[in-house]
């Protein structure tokens, strides 16, 4: 049984990469992942990481973002790619679901806003949303996890 330290390590390591990015820009994040989780984390930066599932069709689109986190036990991807509009949104859950994932929960799409759904195969768990970044302008981030095996 994992200790209450190691299942609040990981998260913050991750929080603590996605939200103080930009302000450690000198230093390696990769390195205090690294040490925080006993190296089972790949901050891919703006690449697709190198063991995201290829089951998983993706809208085409610059990466912003990619890092992966886990191991054998179970994995955690999330992406963030740059689409054309809030359309994008029908676009990525028709690839899904052409690709045999089912939609696990209501899906809200095709809105001024963007949308948002969850999709399920035997193999993995997908929750995507289309939000407008006032940043980048529209883009689609990608939670995938491992399914849990029974």
């Known amino acids: ?8 390590t990981v998260p913050l390591a991750i929080g603590l990469a996605v939200l ?10 990769q ?7 006993g190296g089972k984390v790949d901050l891919g930066g703006k690449a697709i990481p190198k ?15 990619g890092l992966s986190v886990g191991d054998s036990n179970g994995k955690i991807w999330n992406l963030t790619i740059k689409v ?13 679901t052409d690709a045999g994932f089912k939609s696990d929960a209501a899906v809200q799409g095709s809105s001024a806003d963007g949308g ?3 999709f399920a195969s035997d193999k993995f768990g997908v929750i995507v949303a289309v939000t ?6 529209w883009v689609a981030n990608y ?8």
């Open 1 to 8: 049984m994992k200790s209450s330290v190691t299942r609040l």
């Open 20 to 29: 103080a990015g930009p302000a450690l820009a000198g230093c390696s994040i």
């Open 31 to 37: 390195n205090l992942v690294h040490n925080a989780t």
């Open 51 to 65: 063991d995201f599932p290829s089951e998983i069709p993706l809208a085409k689109g610059e990466v912003l973002y």
């Open 84 to 96: 054309h509009g809030a359309s994008s949104f029908d676009d990525i859950a028709t690839q899904l």
């Open 116 to 118: 948002t759904g969850v």
């Open 132 to 137: 407008k970044d006032g940043k980048n302008g």
């Open 143 to 150: 939670t995938v996890t491992t399914a849990k095996r029974k």
